[in-house]
């Protein structure tokens, strides 16, 4: 049971590095330090609404396998 853990694990970390890495945000580092403020965009659509779905179920069952894995 705890090598299948541990073993998911890692699956959803790779799966969730890779949903993150692809996600598409204009602007880049210019965007974090105030720069490209000028653009907001609160509603998501089509595929990024989808992955960012993904991503949030992604992340959820990645800390829900690290719970499990730290009480098993």
Same mark, same amino acid.
């Given at each position: =049971?705890?090598? %299948? +853990? =541990?073993?998911?694990?890692?699956? +959803?970390?790779? &799966?969730? !590095? &890779? ?5 598409? @945000?204009?602007?880049? #580092? ?5 720069? %490209?403020?000028? @653009? $907001?965009?609160?509603? @998501? @659509? ?5 992955? $960012?779905? +993904? !991503?949030?179920?992604? *992340? *959820?069952? $990645? #800390? +829900?396998? *690290?719970?499990? &894995?730290?009480? &098993?």
């Amino acid at each position: =049971m705890n090598s %299948a +853990l =541990m073993i998911s694990q890692v699956v +959803l970390s790779v &799966l969730l !590095t &890779l949903i993150i890495i692809s996600q598409n @945000r204009d602007g880049g #580092m210019s965007a974090v330090m105030g720069g %490209a403020t000028e @653009r $907001f965009q609160a509603v @998501r @659509r089509g595929p990024e609404k989808v992955i $960012f779905v +993904l !991503t949030v179920v992604l *992340a *959820a069952l $990645f #800390m +829900l396998n *690290a719970v499990l &894995l730290v009480v &098993l």
